[in-house]
């Protein structure tokens, strides 16, 4: 018996170890090499594919920026202040009054439907319109910094009204061609370019009287972006973009000031009579900052050495006190605020929605790139804001506005709506006291 016992227990021994092989081996494969970052991606993927994810990221996105835009306006702009005389305070303040308006409109454009978005487009339109004449009637304009395009408002307030255009381009411009592809007019190429583009150049030549390319190069870019959306044919495009390329040329070739702008590009020494001054200084600011800054409050170039820096170079005075941080958060801001708006307009059926999403996305993503590349030295200095970031209440209104478009299209998607009715305090409350019903008799 001891012998037969032995011998049955050795089979038995061996029959458990390759148990405990195929454990291990089923287990390997469960953390392989880049499974971590595998895992995350998928839970990434996953966490982007939410109903919900383009809503938040963009209210997120655009609050962000804006709360972070206040911070260095205030920190940017109080040397700048005592300057003129004024109280430390004086930019801040105006700019928060325009935040807290801002704040206003973009809550109201979210809760707006589609439908009273697109009343609003023929109506905004010819208000900028009247407005932007205006601004070129003899006493009732201004000019600022070389460019006739403000309007006088009384106080310390004033009005800029090109900076609506571009909200008003927007809506109007999705509005027709969204009416046009209803009734399959798109396919033609007149259908197309008229009236979006001859409306389109009326703007632009009002706001050139002016003299402000930066602002033209803005809508000028919304253009592209309503025709590329349109799904214009490519020598169509290119036929368009050739005449804007042609009208831009001459328009900087024929200024000198535009020219020592394009000149200025990758400067590193300020140039006879300082003519680079403002680019150099930009750079210097950057440089200076290294990985984390200098510390809030702490820069050195906004003491009379960078001009405009609370309003153009702001992103400058970023990455001097916040350092390379800094800067690559803002980065990451507006990146995740163009990706969102990119997916709201590629999931919609809408048209209306499409080109409008789209249209504010070229805005806002265009703007940033233009005003980033121009303190980096990468593009010429345009003097355009850094949008919901720079100091000025006639560029914050309108892209808040905006900003609250995107909000309202990314609840309007189906699945949007059905998640954001099942977090509804009423509609869990409703819930709660079906479970409740469904409680045995018996039980307390």
């Known amino acids: 018996m001891p012998a037969e016992e032995s011998v049955r227990v050795r089979p038995a021994a061996k029959a458990r170890r390759p148990a405990a092989v195929r454990v291990r081996s089923a287990g390997s494969p469960r953390s392989p090499r880049g499974g971590g970052a595998r895992r995350l991606y998928e839970r990434a993927r996953r966490a982007w594919d939410r109903p919900l994810t383009a809503y938040y990221v963009i209210l997120g996105a655009g609050l962000l920026i804006t709360v972070l835009g206040l911070v260095m306006v205030y920190s940017a702009s109080m ?17 928060f009054l325009a935040a807290v308006i801002g704040a206003g409109l973009m809550a109201m454009a979210a809760r707006m439907p589609v439908k009273l978005h697109r ?3 023929y109506p905004l339109l010819l208000g900028t319109v009247f407005l932007m ?6 006493g009732i304009g201004m000019s600022v910094n070389g460019n006739r395009n403000w309007l006088y408002l009384g106080g310390p307030f004033q009005l800029q009204p090109s900076e609506f255009g571009k909200l008003a381009l927007v809506l109007w411009g999705a509005d027709l061609l969204a009416r046009k592809q209803d009734k399959r007019l798109l396919t033609q190429w007149k259908h197309m370019l008229v009236p979006l583009v ?24 919304i253009l592209f972006g309503l025709l590329w959306l349109a799904g214009a044919p490519t020598r169509l495009f290119a036929g368009v973009l050739a005449v804007a390329g042609l009208i831009g040329f001459l328009l900087i070739r024929t200024s000198p000031n535009r020219m020592s702008r394009l000149e200025c590009m990758g400067a590193s020494e300020p140039g006879p009579g300082g003519s680079c001054w403002q680019a150099v200084h930009g750079i210097y600011a950057l440089a200076s900052g290294g990985w984390f800054g200098s510390g809030l409050g702490a820069s050195v170039e906004k003491w009379g050495q960078l001009p405009e820096p609370h309003t153009d170079f702001i992103f400058a005075i970023t990455g001097e006190e916040l350092g390379l941080a800094g800067t690559l958060s803002v980065l990451a801001l507006f990146a995740a605020l163009g990706y969102a708006g990119i997916r709201v307009a590629g999931r919609t059926e809408d048209p209306f929605v499409r080109y409008a999403a789209g249209g504010v996305t070229t805005w806002i993503t265009a703007q940033a790139v233009i005003n980033i590349g121009a303190v980096l030295g990468l593009l010429p200095i345009a003097g355009v804001p850094l949008p919901l970031f720079s100091y000025g209440g006639s560029a914050l209104l309108p892209t808040m506005f905006a900003v609250g478009l995107l909000i309202a299209f990314a609840r309007d998607e189906p699945a949007a709506k059905a998640a954001l009715a099942v977090r509804r305090p009423g509609v869990r409350w409703k819930t709660m006291r079906r479970r409740v019903k469904k409680r045995p008799s018996g039980e307390r």
């Open 119 to 121: 009343a609003l487009s």
């Open 79 to 95: 040397i700048k202040a005592l300057e003129l005389g004024k109280p430390g305070t004086y930019f801040f303040r105006k700019q």
């Open 133 to 138: 004449v205006l601004v070129q009637v003899p």
């Open 198 to 221: 001859p409306v389109a150049f009326m703007l632009l030549g009002l706001i050139m009287l002016g003299g402000d390319m930066g602002t033209a190069i803005i809508l000028t870019a």
